[in-house]
């Protein structure tokens, strides 16, 4: 079974600052996909970002980009001039590739991210 | 608004009730899912419809629980007989599959909090 561990249970960054989150991953599989999601306070979840297990090159969308090393298991999200609007809880999620599947996302425990003026 | 939207946004009921949540997809999407995601915990998959056909059901997932989704279209989460263990949030997201194990992105509904008196 796949498990997805994030190990920061908050963080906080100021205006502006750079700041990354950690997730870790483990799975025998060997195709994949990877995202993240971010919940804010009393809204509904939306894609940040994601990434196919089978490419090398690490994923970015604007000011969020992965650190993904897939040896290590490991799928860490930064998030650059950070803004208020970053205020929120971030999940990373896992999905097998492959066909008859359900595409169902196995998620972490989350990290709720406070951004200071 | 064509995003995902989930009816009610709050159900508070006493223990031994029965309950039904109403999600409609986004309107082209052919796959919908649920979640529940309790207090500090990251969204767990329930189950799965591609069109009309549930496909998968998590264990989680009693024989107290089910759900529809007539015509492929919106679905209904029913559940029977109560407990205050099922006080949580309801998550409803859909995809559009363009190809098994594609990794489709699933959009999230706001949700639906159940508490269980």
């Known amino acids: 079974a796949q498990t997805v561990t994030q190990s920061q249970p908050e963080m906080s960054v100021q205006e502006a600052e750079t700041v990354t989150l950690s997730c870790t991953y483990d799975?025998?599989?060997?195709?994949?996909?990877l995202f993240w999601y971010k919940q804010p306070p009393s809204r509904q979840m939306i894609l940040v970002i994601r990434?196919?297990?089978?490419?090398?090159q690490n994923a970015t969308e604007n000011r969020f980009s992965v650190n993904f090393q897939k040896a290590a298991k490991s799928f860490s999200l930064k998030i650059s001039d950070s803004q208020l609007g970053d205020t929120a809880m971030y999940f990373c999620?896992?999905?097998?590739?492959?066909?008859?599947?359900?595409?169902?996302?196995?998620f972490g425990t989350g990290t709720r991210l406070q951004v200071f003026p | 608004d064509t995003g995902v939207s989930q009816d009610p946004r709050h159900k508070i009921t006493k223990r031994g009730q029965n309950v039904t949540f109403r999600c409609d997809p986004i309107?082209?999407?052919?796959?919908l899912y649920w979640y529940r995601q309790t207090l500090g915990q990251g969204p767990e998959f329930l189950t799965y419809?591609?069109?009309?056909?549930?496909?998968?059901k998590s264990r989680l997932l009693s024989d107290r629980f089910s759900a529809e989704r007539p015509k492929g279209s919106f679905s209904t989460l029913e559940i029977q007989r109560t407990e205050q263990g099922d006080s949580a949030m309801y998550l409803c997201?859909?995809?559009?599959?363009?190809?098994?194990?594609?990794?489709?992105?699933?959009?999230f509904g706001p949700g639906t909090r159940l508490t269980v008196l």
């Open positions: 997201a859909s995809s559009l599959a363009v190809s098994e194990g594609a990794g489709d992105t699933q959009y």
């Open positions: 419809f591609q069109n009309e056909a549930q496909l998968e």
């Open positions: 999620a896992f999905m097998k590739r492959g066909a008859y599947n359900t595409d169902k996302l196995i």
């Open positions: 799975t025998s599989e060997n195709n994949y996909y």
């Open positions: 309107s082209e999407h052919n796959r």
């Open positions: 990434q196919e297990a089978y490419k090398q």
